[in-house]
């Protein structure tokens, strides 16, 4: 994996939920894939309780 700095900024798909950690798709239209993620919208988040089975964002 390669080192990352600060300047570096990943950009997540148009498609993909915008909560920060959570790797699910959303809907079209929609910004988050479920309510738990809506609900962080303005927090900091480090993994992702969305309870999808196909999320890689809960560690």
């Known amino acids: 994996m390669a080192d990352e700095t600060a300047g570096d900024v990943a950009v997540k798909d148009k498609n993909a939920c915008r909560n920060a950690p959570c790797t699910c ?3 079209k239209g929609e910004k988050f894939c479920s309510v738990h993620c809506q609900s962080t919208e303005h927090n900091v988040q480090i993994d992702c309780d ?3 089975d196909t999320c890689k964002g809960d560690f």
């Open 25 to 27: 798709p959303v809907e």
């Open 50 to 52: 969305c309870g999808h």
